[in-house]
């Protein structure tokens, strides 16, 4: 299996976390959808030049992993339904598919230059029940149990973004956690708090990895989508007064 061969010559060498992660996937689909990501990436630049020598590592089994952990620590079942938002090549979405007991699963991104590509795959290869969205999220009412995103905007303007489409909770993978007394009150404005941080020692080789859990603080009041000038104007004002803050960057959250 291509994956697993060119995975563990990338990851450190103690393969015992590997192997549970390994044990909830349906490693067949892993290795279809990693090669497809492979096989893509030249012609339609899939991934950073940099990033194409550990497709494996720093884009797969990183996904992998982060969806390890939101099944170790929450209740989800086949019934629970997911939104990828700004899905990309479908990553994390699509590796949801890859699990054994397969949940609800909708990939949305407003570009087609990536997604449709794996529609594509999905179709060519007769991949059933995985909804597919063009539309930015601030344009997407349907709610879902668990929102997620790998590589959106930085958090917490991210979460801010998906504030009325989730219905239990948000899961933020990020690489760069502020830490600013601001984060808190400018979640609680959009009635938003987060439930917990994980520091996912794990993936310590690619750099600091974080998962985020956010929640509604009153669950019966219902969001309304925030407005992109309304946030890109809350982003520059923060960035503006706060150019030397540690831990904000106007650079994706994974660039390092």
């Not at 938002?85 to 949940?103: A, M």
């Not at 690619?206 to 009041?221: A, P, T, V």
């Not at 831990?247 to 959250?253: A, E, F, Q």
Request: aromatic share 14%; glycine share 4%; net charge positive.
């Amino acid at each position: 299996m291509i994956f697993l061969e060119e995975l563990k010559q990338q990851l450190p060498q103690n393969y015992s976390f590997l192997e549970m992660v390994l044990d909830i996937y349906n490693l067949d689909l892993v290795n279809r959808y990693y090669l497809f990501l492979k096989e893509n990436n030249e012609t339609y630049g899939l991934f950073s030049k940099a990033d194409s020598l550990r497709i494996a590592s720093r884009h797969v089994y990183e996904s992998m992993v982060y969806i390890y952990y939101l099944y170790s620590n929450l209740r989800v079942s086949r019934e629970t339904s997911f939104l990828d938002v700004g899905t990309g090549p479908g990553l994390p979405g699509f590796l949801l598919y890859c699990l054994k007991e397969t949940p609800k699963i909708t990939l949305l991104d407003s570009s087609q230059r990536r997604l449709k590509i794996l529609e594509n795959f999905i179709r060519d290869m007769g991949y059933k029940d995985i909804k597919i969205v063009y539309k930015r999220v601030e344009e997407w009412y349907q709610r879902y149990d668990i929102c997620l995103t790998r590589a959106l905007i930085p958090f917490p303007f991210s979460a801010v973004l998906m504030s009325h489409v989730f219905e239990k909770y948000i899961a933020i993978f990020s690489a760069n956690l502020p830490t600013e007394p601001f984060v808190d009150d400018y979640l609680k404005k959009y009635n938003l708090q987060i439930v917990k941080v994980y520091s996912v020692s794990e993936l310590e080789f690619l750099g600091e990895r974080q998962l985020i859990l956010l929640s509604h603080i009153n669950k019966q009041k219902k969001m309304k989508p925030i407005n992109w000038k309304t946030l890109r104007r809350e982003m520059d004002e923060y960035y503006n007064s706060n150019s030397q803050s540690k831990g904000w960057s106007r650079k994706n959250n994974f660039d390092n």
